[in-house]
């Protein structure tokens, strides 16, 4: 049993991690989504059809026994198509970044339905090297109070429709936090605005620490305002106006393609701040995920239900992500 089913798996983030996974595991990748037909990957990786919707559909492919690991890269209704992998002793990686889901598979290691796999959350960027860099943050500080994650996205990146539709959805909900400003490195001083990305609510659960919040900015100042002030007037809260702004985000590219993320921690009057740049937040979610996915089936995880952050095994993934430009800093 060595198969990888990677679902979602010719989306901007998915066929870089089913791509990137067929280098290391060679005709073990299946990607997989609703139209299959057209996906730009390599002659070795086989493509299914399969609607997340239908798990009977997800049973026939998991049922013969040869796929030993799921990698989940399109956000599901609900924490089924996780509970139909580990039922089954299939492993999962998860790379979604809503919270509300991520709890209802968190759940189900309660519920005796896991058998002897291992499922892996917050994998990707944020959530996922924000969660790494904040175990770092926190462990530094002897245990930090407060915690501020700051997330630069580059606007000229294609990102993938699920991904863009996911920010809209988030900016259509109230900030839960004044916006702060930070120096991002390669990027200057820039002004970031709270977001519900899952890492501030997971990081209480999986740290402690009393108070975590996530802010996004764009390399573009100019579309990160002009985003946060169509969020003031409660722009994204129309379904007909939020559905033209994600059309228009996804065709529209103001900017480059590199992402930052920053991590501030507080103790008492102790800080620690840690960041990590590179080009391609898709392309790194995707690399994050293969590395995770690597380590499932070398079998250097333990079986149950993990936020990257709670795996000693997988702190070292941005030290092994410099081999593809992720560049760490120390700012702090
Ligand atoms: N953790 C992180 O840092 C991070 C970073 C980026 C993205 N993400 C998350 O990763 C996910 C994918 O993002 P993306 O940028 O790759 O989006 P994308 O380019 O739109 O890719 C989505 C993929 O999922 C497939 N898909 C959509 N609905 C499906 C369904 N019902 N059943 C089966 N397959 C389905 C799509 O193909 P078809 O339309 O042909 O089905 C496509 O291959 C999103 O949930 C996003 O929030 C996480």
């Known amino acids: 049993m060595s198969g990888i089913l990677v679902i979602g798996g010719y989306g901007a983030v998915g066929a870089q991690v089913s791509t990137t996974l067929d280098g290391w595991f060679p005709s073990q990748v299946i990607a997989a989504g609703r139209n299959p037909d057209g996906a730009r990957l390599p002659a070795t990786v086989r493509r299914v059809r399969l609607d997340l919707a239908d798990i009977a559909g997800l049973e026939r492919l998991l049922d013969p026994g040869d796929i030993a690991v799921v990698v989940l890269c399109v956000e599901p209704a609900d924490a089924t198509v996780a509970e139909t992998c580990l039922s089954r002793g299939v492993h999962l990686v998860d790379v979604g970044a809503s919270d509300h889901l991520l709890r209802q598979v968190e759940d189900l290691a309660d519920r005796a339905t896991v058998g002897g796999a291992t499922g892996v959350l917050s994998v990707g960027v944020a959530p996922g090297l924000t969660n790494l860099l904040a175990r770092r943050v926190h462990e530094r500080l002897?245990?930090?109070?407060?915690?501020?994650?700051?997330v630069l996205l580059g606007a000229g990146e294609q990102h993938g429709a699920d991904a863009v539709g996911w920010t809209v959805?988030?900016?259509?909900?109230?900030?839960?936090?004044?916006?702060?400003?930070?120096?991002?490195?390669?990027?200057?001083?820039?002004?970031?605005?709270?977001?519900?990305?899952?890492?501030?609510?997971?990081?209480?659960?999986?740290?402690?620490?009393?108070?975590?919040?996530?802010?996004?900015?764009?390399?573009?100042?100019?579309?990160?305002?002009?985003?946060?002030?169509?969020?003031?007037?409660?722009?994204?809260?129309?379904?007909?106006?939020?559905?033209?702004?994600?059309?228009?985000?996804?065709?529209?590219?103001?900017?480059?393609?590199?992402?930052?993320?920053r991590v501030d921690g507080v103790n008492g009057d102790r800080h620690a701040a840690l960041a990590l740049t590179g080009n391609g937040q898709s392309r790194a979610t995707a690399l994050v995920a293969a590395y995770v996915t690597r380590a499932v089936l070398d079998g250097a995880l333990p079986t149950g239900i993990h936020h990257i952050d709670q795996l000693p095994v997988l702190a070292d993934v941005p030290e092994r992500l410099a081999a593809h430009g992720i560049v760490p800093h120390s700012l702090g």
């Open 142 to 150: 002897g245990g930090a109070q407060q915690i501020d994650i700051t």
């Open 169 to 261: 959805s988030r900016l259509a909900r109230p900030a839960a936090a004044r916006p702060r400003r930070y120096l991002m490195p390669g990027h200057g001083r820039r002004t970031a605005h709270p977001l519900d990305f899952s890492d501030q609510h997971s990081l209480r659960r999986t740290l402690g620490v009393p108070s975590v919040t996530t802010r996004l900015c764009l390399d573009s100042a100019f579309s990160t305002a002009l985003l946060a002030g169509l969020r003031r007037l409660g722009v994204f809260r129309r379904p007909t106006l939020r559905r033209l702004i994600t059309t228009a985000l996804s065709r529209v590219h103001l900017g480059g393609d590199g992402f930052a993320v």
